[in-house]
């Protein structure tokens, strides 16, 4: 285990020491999360031209229960194991480069990148059928974000990990209650409830 450890506090070295201050200011607005409304409203939008008003109403409580679920769950593990953030962790932070606004005391896992891979999962599975590739277009975004975490030096590249595993995992378990819904239902979507 203190090898893992190791091995994860020289990748964040390694990845966080990648930046330069020219683009400091790039990936600390990336990382705020108010940056993504943009794109929450695009898939809002999506959401209303393939399943209508009550399929994405339906949706956006879904997409409310998960991201709560998802941040809640973070906070429980990160109360629960402790892992300092590396901005906070001696032998760490004074080699690399803390360019975020704020830093947490605890950062086991990333409540950013589970969120952002919560959503990704779920939104591109529904729309995936609609829009070929926003599944894709959503990767991209969520990795974005996650990287953003190491870059600002908030987060471990295993943090980041975890992360997307269980927020991909939280992700398609509300995929799934959604196509419970669409077959209680008897639609293939919600447009006609």
């Given at each position: 285990?203190?090898?893992?450890?190791?091995?994860?506090q020289?990748?964040?070295?390694?990845?966080n020491?990648?930046?330069?201050?020219?683009?400091?200011?790039?990936?600390?607005?990336?990382t705020?999360k108010?940056?993504?409304?943009?794109?929450?409203?695009l898939?809002?939008?999506?959401?209303?031209?393939?399943?209508?008003?009550?399929?994405?109403?339906?949706?956006?409580?879904?997409?409310?229960?998960?991201?709560?679920?998802?941040?809640?769950l973070?906070?429980?593990?990160?109360?629960?194991?402790?892992?300092?953030?590396?901005?906070?962790?001696?032998?760490?932070m004074?080699?690399?480069r803390?360019?975020?606004?704020?830093?947490?005391?605890?950062?086991?896992?990333?409540?950013?990148?589970?969120?952002?891979?919560?959503?990704?999962?779920?939104?591109?599975?529904?729309?995936?059928?609609f829009?070929?590739?926003i599944?894709?277009i959503l990767?991209?975004?969520?990795?974005l974000?996650?990287?953003?975490?190491?870059y600002?030096?908030v987060?471990?590249?295993?943090d980041?990990?975890?992360?997307i595993?269980?927020?991909?995992?939280?992700?398609?378990?509300?995929?799934?209650?959604?196509?419970?819904?669409?077959?209680?239902?008897g639609?293939?979507?919600?447009?006609?409830?």
């Amino acid at each position: 285990m203190e090898q893992l450890v190791e091995l994860d506090q020289e990748l964040f070295l390694f990845l966080n020491n990648l930046g330069n201050p020219v683009w400091d200011n790039f990936w600390n607005v990336l990382t705020h999360k108010w940056t993504s409304i943009p794109l929450y409203i695009l898939l809002i939008y999506l959401l209303y031209r393939s399943l209508g008003a009550k399929g994405t109403l339906i949706t956006v409580i879904l997409v409310a229960g998960m991201i709560t679920a998802t941040d809640q769950l973070a906070n429980v593990f990160k109360d629960g194991f402790e892992r300092l953030r590396p901005c906070r962790q001696n032998g760490v932070m004074e080699y690399a480069r803390f360019v975020a606004i704020r830093c947490g005391k605890y950062g086991y896992f990333s409540a950013h990148a589970a969120s952002s891979a919560a959503l990704t999962v779920y939104m591109g599975f529904i729309l995936k059928p609609f829009f070929k590739r926003i599944l894709l277009i959503l990767i991209f975004w969520a990795l974005l974000i996650a990287y953003s975490r190491i870059y600002v030096g908030v987060h471990y590249p295993g943090d980041v990990l975890s992360g997307i595993i269980i927020g991909s995992g939280i992700g398609y378990i509300f995929f799934l209650v959604q196509q419970k819904l669409w077959k209680k239902y008897g639609n293939s979507n919600f447009g006609n409830l």
